[in-house]
C-alpha cells in the first residue's frame, strides 16, 4: 500500500513540475513584450581605417539602434584628424551625420607601441583613396574641444 501511494504521491509532483513550467514559460510570453530594454549608450574609440576590425565594429553600431545608442566616435590613430575625417563619411553615407564624431589622441611613438603597431609603416592607411580629401561636415563634427574634453564633457551631460 505504501508503494501506491508513493507512487501517486511521484505522478501529483510530477504535474505540478508540469504545469509549474508551462506556467512559467507561459508568463514569459505575456510579461515580457511589456517589459521595455533600454539601449546602452557608446562612445566609440576607434583607429578608424588602418584595419579591418574598426570598419565592421562602426558598421555594426551604427545599425544595432535597437540595442545601442552610438552617443560619439573618438578617433585615435597615427593620424586622428584623416581616421576622423573617414568616420564622418561613412557616417554621413549612413545617413548618420547626428553623431558626432572628435579628434582623439595620436598613437604613442613606435618604441612604445607593442605588437604590429610597433612595426613602423606596417600599419598604413587602408582608405585614404576613399576619404583622404574629405572634410568635416559641421553637423557632426566637435573641432573646438580635444576628444578627451568632449568625451568626458558627454559623460558629465548624462548624469
Known amino acids: 500500500a505504501a508503494f501506491s501511494n508513493d507512487a501517486a504521491f511521484s505522478n501529483d509532483a510530477m504535474n505540478f513540475s508540469v504545469a509549474f513550467r508551462a506556467l512559467c514559460i507561459l508568463s514569459l510570453f505575456c510579461v515580457c513584450p511589456f517589459v521595455i530594454q533600454a539601449q546602452v549608450p557608446v562612445i566609440f574609440d576607434t583607429d578608424y581605417g588602418a584595419f579591418i576590425d574598426d570598419i ?30 573617414c568616420v564622418s563619411k561613412y557616417l ?44 568635416f561636415p559641421s553637423s557632426n563634427s566637435t573641432d573646438a574641444v580635444s576628444g578627451l574634453d568632449a568625451m568626458a564633457q558627454l559623460i558629465v551631460d548624462s548624469g
Not at 72 to 78: C, D, L
Not at 99 to 119: D, K, L, N, Q, W
Open 56 to 85: 565592421f565594429a562602426l558598421g555594426l553600431l551604427v545599425n544595432c539602434g535597437d540595442l545601442l545608442d552610438l552617443k560619439m566616435v573618438v578617433s585615435t590613430s597615427e593620424d586622428p584628424v584623416r581616421s576622423g575625417k
Open 92 to 135: 554621413e553615407l549612413a545617413n548618420r551625420s547626428d553623431i558626432p564624431v572628435v579628434v582623439g589622441s595620436t598613437f604613442p611613438p613606435y618604441e612604445e607601441r607593442g605588437s604590429v603597431c610597433a612595426v613602423p609603416g606596417w600599419i598604413g592607411f587602408a582608405l585614404e583613396d576613399e576619404c583622404g580629401d574629405y572634410d
